[in-house]
């Protein structure tokens, strides 16, 4: 093993750490304010200011308006999807091309035009008090054609009609525009389509006349009057709400305070923010209390809260609601984001209007749907159902709109960091100034692999050519032949390579051209196996375009050793070896994420465990200049006894050696201290023979098992063991669904068992994300095995231990654990013990 690294240097930032004099607020603060910490000089260092002409919300204040009313400004596009859109929600279109295909698109058609074309035009114009603006994507003065250009995958003939009104919507409304800046009488107006796939243009042309294209820019200026006006309203009344905001405790928590003034000082700064906080202090509302003070002078539109799991947007929500009841009425609208599984009502029904009641007539319903929904501030699931079942419209679809005008969006991370994150994409859009928090973080590293990579089955491929029709199934058959051609000489049954086959990439890609054309053409007949293998394709082939050594390798796994050795001949006419997946699997997401933290005007990632800071710091993609809080533990060392079982070795191959001490051990302690503990172990096939040798020798002892799978009632079933009165053991996988994010305080947990170094598996695929942080940062093993193991022991131990009165035990069951370099990483307020080894395990342990 190494040396335990350098960390990396915390930021620059001045008196990051200092309290600001208004975090608080409010001529009560001061007197409730603990008398230990006096007010600080205002020394610390502001973000920067906001310039009047920048765009940052869909409807913004303009200082320099000529007009003596307060003046509003919106982009093209938000205001035509305000207005413009019409009839049912209809997902049968092809999915849009990436974002890199709609550039490369739009390149190819300013290509194709002559030299005095202009392409982005800036345009501006005003009805009353709304200003409107936006980017035309082109203009020809020779011809005097205004262009609105829109790439696309498929049939155009079957692109629902609601599409082509709004891109209508949006091209008459630049053709206005540009009138008005030329002084023009009539104006040609073209909505160019580009087939990607064929690099075709369909070019749909009309003429009008300026007085008709003002009509109808007013029309639609007229639409959004109202609602401007009611929308500056409400971030009026909310800014002024934020900037006389109190903390809705008698005061903070020890250690809460730190954690809030670094995020804070971090908004004032304009800062990403990497802040470990132990458990137990509340960090929830110590993140989400001085973003919301900060946000009215650093002009921020939106704040996201991101979870990894379920009872963390619960917390977040829970926050919010007594944050808001702390004040004189609430103001902020606080939008709950479901996934669409999770929200559909009709899980059986399509999403178009010739299935699915809801989404029939969806946008000639929704305005009234919206108005309804922002009477009020809570934006949660049970409320958005509410007002959805009211006016018939779909509740998922509903609060994708909302996302438009919420304060505050509560959701998972991929919400704002997955490769189609609907937040991202809205704030990049609309030019927001976004605070993003994120709970959990250590979570990121995992889940941001998981959001770029794809993978897809030999299976699947199988399962989509038997659904195919002639034409798809020939060209399922080209990609069959190019994926056997790739498993043919190897040998191993994992095996990493340096490029991505260009001829199977190609012939993918025309397989999903053929699909697309199918799927457009018989919208109502397409089987679940074939769209399941054209969206996985899809996902395949834009990981494809943002592939890189870098960040990434190209694998290919076969379904056992020596499993390409043994073809098989299958009815498609082409061999087959073995169950084989072709992945483009990412193994360092910091390139991606940068761009995340980027378009943020601030970012805290916030967890207990971010230990080591330059682990996280590399592999997230935190950018040089961020800053970093380590808050000290308000906990003491007497609250924790930490106890090393040095004599035992749970490595796999003392697996089965280990058994009888560790239970042994868990006995003795149950014995000495009965009550509710937790034994944490590395997997479920070591679970079940633990829990079995335990019942075995000690039936007397309650215990209970994680299993595989459980649901979300079987979950709670497992935790209601632990009561204040309750007795007994309950077994469960370290990194799993009771390993973090569950709060056992007092008497329902008083300890735990942790009988795991949590190290990854040893095979392949980490074996190569091991070479690739070796290669990167120099610290292969550790990036790749020591430090994700820890943290999860780490998570797991901090369930003990959840307030100042709590008592507990800790037992860290192998010799490895009394190593310098792994109890380096252990919390520093711990105090560790190790065991005296019985004399019999030392002898067995010294002859294995």
Same mark, same amino acid.
């Given at each position: 093993?190494?040396?335990?690294?350098?960390?990396?240097?915390?930021?620059?930032?001045?008196?990051?750490?200092?309290?600001?004099?208004?975090?608080?607020?409010?001529?009560?603060?001061?007197?409730?304010?603990?008398?230990?910490?006096?007010?600080?000089?205002?020394?610390?260092?502001?973000?920067?200011?906001?310039?009047?002409?920048?765009?940052?919300?869909?409807?913004?204040?303009?200082?320099?308006?000529?007009?003596?009313?307060?003046?509003?400004?919106?982009?093209?596009?938000?205001?035509?999807?305000?207005?413009?859109? !019409?009839?049912?929600l209809d997902l049968r279109f092809t999915p849009a091309?990436?974002?890199?295909?709609?550039?490369?698109?739009?390149?190819?058609?300013?290509?194709?035009?002559?030299?005095?074309?202009?392409?982005?035009?800036?345009?501006?114009?005003?009805?009353?008090?709304?200003?409107?603006?936006?980017?035309?994507?082109?203009?020809?003065?020779?011809?005097?054609?205004?262009? %609105?250009?829109?790439?696309?995958?498929?049939?155009?003939?079957?692109?629902?009609?609601?599409?082509?009104?709004?891109?209508?919507? *949006?091209?008459?409304?630049?053709?206005?525009?540009?009138?008005?800046?030329?002084?023009?009488?009539?104006?040609?107006?073209?909505?160019?389509?580009?087939?990607?796939?064929?690099?075709?243009?369909?070019?749909?042309?009309?003429?009008?006349?300026?007085?008709?294209? !003002?009509?109808?820019?007013?029309?639609?200026?007229?639409?959004?009057?109202?609602?401007?006006?009611?929308?500056?309203?409400?971030?009026?009344?909310?800014?002024?709400?934020?900037?006389? $905001?109190?903390?809705?405790?008698?005061?903070?928590?020890?250690?809460?305070?730190?954690?809030?003034?670094?995020?804070?000082?971090?908004?004032?700064?304009?800062?990403?923010?990497?802040?470990?906080?132990?458990?137990?202090?509340?960090?929830?509302?110590?993140?989400?209390?001085?973003?919301?003070?900060?946000?009215?002078?650093?002009?921020?539109?939106?704040?996201?809260?991101?979870?990894?799991?379920?009872?963390?947007?619960?917390?977040?929500l829970q926050a919010l609601q007594r944050i808001e009841?702390?004040?004189?009425?609430?103001?902020?609208?606080?939008?709950?984001?479901?996934?669409?599984?999770?929200?559909?009502?009709?899980?059986?029904?399509?999403?178009?209007?010739?299935?699915?009641?809801?989404?029939?007539?969806?946008?000639?319903?929704?305005?009234?749907?919206?108005?309804?929904?922002?009477?009020?501030?809570?934006?949660?699931?049970?409320?958005?159902?509410?007002?959805?079942?009211?006016?018939?419209?779909?509740?998922?679809?509903?609060?994708?709109?909302?996302?438009?005008?919420?304060?505050?969006?509560?959701?998972?991370?991929?919400?704002?960091?997955?490769?189609?994150?609907?937040?991202?994409?809205?704030?990049?859009?609309?030019?927001?100034?976004?605070?993003?928090?994120?709970?959990?973080?250590?979570?990121?590293? %995992?889940?941001?692999?998981?959001?770029?990579?794809?993978?897809?089955?030999?299976? *699947?491929? #199988?399962?989509?050519?038997?659904?195919?029709?002639?034409?798809?199934?020939?060209?399922?058959?080209?990609?069959?032949?190019?994926?056997?051609?790739?498993?043919?000489?190897?040998?191993?049954?994992?095996?990493?390579?340096?490029?991505?086959?260009?001829?199977?990439?190609?012939?993918?890609?025309?397989?999903?051209?053929?699909?697309?054309?199918?799927?457009?053409?018989?919208?109502?007949?397409?089987?679940?196996?074939?769209?399941?293998?054209?969206?996985d394709a899809l996902h395949f082939l834009q990981l494809?375009?943002?592939?890189?050594?870098?960040?990434?390798?190209?694998?290919?796994?076969?379904?056992?050793?020596?499993?390409?050795?043994?073809?098989?001949?299958?009815?498609?006419?082409?061999?087959?070896?073995?169950?084989?997946? $072709?992945?483009?699997?990412?193994?360092?997401?910091?390139?991606?994420?940068?761009?995340?933290?980027? #378009?943020?005007?601030?970012?805290?990632?916030?967890?207990?465990?971010?230990?080591?800071?330059?682990?996280?710091?590399?592999?997230?993609?935190?950018?040089? *200049?961020?800053?970093?809080?380590?808050?000290?533990?308000?906990?003491?060392?007497?609250?924790?006894?930490?106890?090393?079982?040095?004599?035992?070795?749970?490595?796999?191959?003392?697996?089965?050696?280990?058994?009888?001490?560790?239970?042994?051990?868990?006995?003795?302690?149950?014995?000495?201290?009965?009550?509710?503990?937790?034994?944490?172990?590395?997997?479920?096939?070591?679970?079940?023979?633990?829990?079995?040798?335990?019942?075995?020798?000690?039936?007397?002892?309650?215990?209970?098992?994680?299993?595989?799978?459980?649901?979300?009632?079987?979950?709670?079933?497992?935790?209601?063991?632990?009561?204040?009165?309750?007795?007994?053991?309950?077994?469960?996988?370290?990194?799993?669904?009771?390993?973090?994010?569950?709060?056992?305080?007092?008497?329902?947990?008083?300890?735990?068992?942790?009988?795991? $170094?949590?190290?990854?598996?040893?095979?392949?695929?980490? %074996?190569?994300?091991?070479?690739?942080?070796?290669?990167?940062?120099?610290?292969?093993?550790?990036?790749?095995?020591?430090?994700?193991?820890?943290?999860?022991?780490?998570?797991?131990?901090?369930?003990?231990?959840?307030?100042?009165?709590?008592?507990?035990?800790?037992?860290?069951?192998?010799?490895?654990?009394?190593?310098?370099?792994?109890?380096?990483?252990?919390?520093?307020?711990?105090?560790?013990?190790?065991?005296?080894?019985?004399?019999?395990?030392? %002898?067995?342990?010294?002859?294995?």
């Amino acid at each position: 093993m190494n040396a335990q690294p350098q960390e990396r240097p915390a930021c620059a930032v001045k008196n990051l750490d200092q309290r600001p004099d208004d975090l608080e607020q409010g001529p009560e603060a001061a007197a409730r304010r603990p008398k230990s910490i006096a007010p600080e000089p205002d020394s610390i260092v502001r973000g920067p200011a906001r310039s009047s002409g920048e765009s940052t919300s869909p409807i913004q204040a303009c200082e320099d308006h000529p007009t003596p009313a307060a003046a509003y400004t919106i982009a093209v596009r938000a205001l035509c999807e305000f207005g413009a859109r !019409r009839g049912d929600l209809d997902l049968r279109f092809t999915p849009a091309p990436s974002a890199r295909e709609g550039i490369a698109g739009h390149a190819w058609v300013r290509s194709q035009r002559g030299a005095g074309y202009q392409a982005e035009v800036a345009l501006s114009g005003s009805f009353r008090h709304l200003r409107v603006r936006g980017r035309a994507d082109g203009y020809d003065p020779a011809r005097n054609r205004l262009e %609105e250009i829109k790439t696309y995958r498929g049939d155009l003939r079957h692109m629902p009609e609601n599409h082509r009104h709004l891109h209508w919507a *949006q091209a008459l409304t630049y053709a206005h525009l540009m009138c008005e800046r030329q002084g023009l009488a009539r104006i040609e107006v073209a909505l160019v389509y580009f087939d990607i796939a064929a690099r075709r243009e369909t070019v749909l042309a009309e003429t009008h006349e300026a007085a008709e294209l !003002r009509r109808r820019f007013e029309a639609l200026c007229s639409s959004f009057l109202d609602w401007s006006e009611q929308e500056l309203a409400h971030r009026a009344r909310r800014d002024a709400a934020l900037a006389r $905001l109190s903390f809705p405790y008698p005061g903070f928590r020890e250690g809460q305070r730190p954690l809030a003034v670094a995020v804070y000082n971090a908004a004032r700064a304009g800062l990403c923010l990497g802040a470990q906080a132990p458990t137990g202090i509340g960090k929830t509302i110590g993140t989400l209390f001085p973003l919301l003070k900060a946000a009215p002078a650093q002009g921020l539109d939106k704040i996201f809260f991101l979870t990894a799991k379920t009872p963390g947007r619960a917390l977040a929500l829970q926050a919010l609601q007594r944050i808001e009841a702390a004040q004189d009425a609430p103001v902020l609208r606080v939008l709950e984001l479901q996934a669409r599984d999770k929200a559909c009502e009709h899980p059986d029904k399509a999403c178009h209007g010739e299935s699915c009641p809801l989404a029939q007539g969806f946008y000639d319903r929704l305005p009234q749907a919206r108005a309804q929904a922002l009477q009020g501030t809570r934006l949660d699931r049970p409320a958005l159902r509410a007002v959805a079942a009211q006016h018939q419209v779909c509740p998922y679809y509903l609060g994708q709109d909302l996302m438009r005008w919420c304060d505050v969006a509560v959701g998972d991370f991929n919400y704002y960091f997955d490769l189609h994150a609907p937040l991202y994409r809205l704030a990049q859009d609309y030019e927001w100034r976004v605070g993003v928090l994120v709970d959990e973080a250590h979570n990121l590293l %995992e889940r941001a692999r998981g959001m770029y990579t794809a993978q897809l089955h030999r299976s *699947q491929l #199988a399962a989509a050519r038997r659904a195919a029709p002639a034409a798809a199934r020939r060209a399922l058959d080209a990609v069959a032949r190019r994926w056997n051609a790739l498993c043919a000489d190897q040998t191993e049954a994992y095996e990493a390579r340096d490029e991505l086959p260009a001829a199977f990439i190609a012939a993918l890609q025309r397989a999903v051209g053929v699909l697309s054309d199918e799927q457009d053409a018989n919208p109502r007949s397409a089987d679940s196996a074939l769209l399941r293998f054209y969206f996985d394709a899809l996902h395949f082939l834009q990981l494809a375009e943002l592939y890189d050594r870098a960040h990434s390798v190209w694998d290919v796994s076969l379904a056992a050793p020596g499993a390409a050795g043994t073809a098989a001949r299958g009815q498609e006419g082409a061999t087959v070896r073995g169950q084989s997946a $072709l992945c483009i699997r990412n193994l360092i997401p910091a390139p991606f994420l940068a761009e995340r933290y980027a #378009a943020a005007h601030t970012c805290t990632l916030f967890s207990a465990t971010l230990t080591p800071w330059a682990y996280y710091a590399d592999t997230l993609g935190l950018p040089a *200049q961020a800053a970093w809080v380590d808050v000290a533990s308000p906990f003491k060392a007497e609250q924790l006894q930490v106890r090393i079982a040095r004599h035992i070795s749970t490595r796999y191959r003392h697996r089965q050696a280990s058994l009888a001490p560790v239970v042994e051990l868990m006995a003795q302690q149950y014995r000495a201290r009965p009550g509710n503990y937790l034994a944490f172990l590395s997997s479920f096939d070591y679970l079940g023979q633990l829990a079995g040798l335990f019942r075995q020798l000690h039936p007397d002892i309650p215990a209970w098992e994680q299993a595989p799978s459980m649901n979300e009632a079987e979950r709670l079933a497992f935790l209601e063991n632990f009561t204040d009165q309750g007795q007994g053991i309950g077994f469960a996988v370290l990194g799993g669904a009771f390993a973090e994010g569950v709060d056992l305080p007092g008497r329902r947990l008083i300890g735990a068992f942790i009988a795991t $170094l949590g190290l990854p598996q040893i095979n392949p695929v980490n %074996e190569e994300i091991m070479r690739r942080m070796d290669a990167a940062f120099g610290r292969g093993y550790d990036y790749a095995y020591l430090y994700p193991g820890l943290r999860k022991v780490v998570q797991a131990a901090g369930r003990i231990i959840r307030g100042h009165d709590d008592q507990g035990v800790l037992y860290l069951i192998d010799d490895r654990y009394d190593r310098a370099q792994v109890r380096g990483l252990l919390p520093p307020w711990w105090r560790v013990e190790p065991m005296q080894a019985p004399r019999a395990a030392s %002898e067995n342990r010294a002859r294995a």
